[in-house]
């Protein structure tokens, strides 16, 4: 079965750099979920959309920016990166707001 | 406090053992109920997921929710070393935009 795909895997950054990470969902998901998880940590709520529309915000910084496009797959866009930023960032699917969610892999960003 | 409480272990049995995961959580308006495993550096794996209170059984796997008490368990029968990873609860409101996750509670099954 197909699952939720994020690219890159691995993502190698300097300091005030930018960075995009993608997120492609399971075919026929149309809500899509943003996390962060710090080492040791459980993962904390970024943003989500569902059907293309932004429909929950959390503890994202303004640095941060994402949206989901017309195939509902989605970009998180992060500027002026900080070492802090440094974490493995989660995206999930689910085919509604009330059905669960399936996670991808990660990317792992590193910020040097 | 956050809104879902989870013992973050580290949890150690003998393989074949019986494993009681636990949540708890403060907010009634939660109305779906999922556990994820995750190994190290990985995504995190549906395992299970329910909306009403009472016992889902899928395989070794048996999740129970409570609602009246607010709590959730997750049992793992015969446990594995194949099953040594972090646990994660999670909930999520009706028509909610977001998952609200326990800390994690780290399993290591001894073969």
């Known amino acids: 079965a197909a699952g939720v795909i994020q690219s890159p895997r691995h993502l190698i950054k300097e300091k005030r750099e930018t960075a995009t990470l993608k997120c492609y969902p399971i075919?026929?998901?149309?809500?899509v979920y943003w996390y962060q998880q710090g080492p040791g940590q459980d993962p904390q709520f970024l943003i989500s959309?569902?059907?293309?529309?932004?429909?929950d915000k959390g503890s994202i910084p303004d640095r941060f920016s994402a949206q989901q496009f017309s195939d509902y797959h989605s970009e998180l866009n992060m500027s002026s990166l900080e070492l802090g930023d440094s974490a493995l960032y989660f995206c999930?699917?689910?085919?509604?707001?009330?059905?669960?969610?399936?996670f991808g892999q990660g990317t792992r960003l590193t910020v040097v | 406090q956050k809104e879902v409480e989870q013992d973050p272990g580290p949890l150690s049995v003998p393989e074949g053992a019986i494993v009681s995961l636990n949540c708890t959580y403060s907010?009634?308006?939660?109305?779906?109920f999922m556990w994820y495993r995750q190994y190290s550096r990985k995504g995190p794996e549906l395992l299970m997921y329910t909306y009403s209170s009472g016992n889902k059984e899928d395989g070794r796997f048996t999740a129970q929710v409570d609602k009246s008490s607010k709590y959730i368990s997750l049992f793992i029968r015969d446990s594995q070393p194949s099953d040594s990873a972090t646990y994660l609860c999670?909930?999520?409101?009706?028509?909610?935009?977001?998952?609200?996750f326990g800390t994690g509670t780290s399993l290591t099954v001894i073969p």
């Open positions: 999670a909930m999520k409101r009706w028509n909610g935009n977001q998952f609200y």
């Open positions: 907010n009634s308006a939660f109305q779906y």
């Open positions: 075919p026929r998901h149309d809500t």
């Open positions: 999930a699917s689910s085919f509604d707001q009330n059905t669960e969610a399936f």
């Open positions: 959309f569902y059907e293309k529309m932004q429909s």
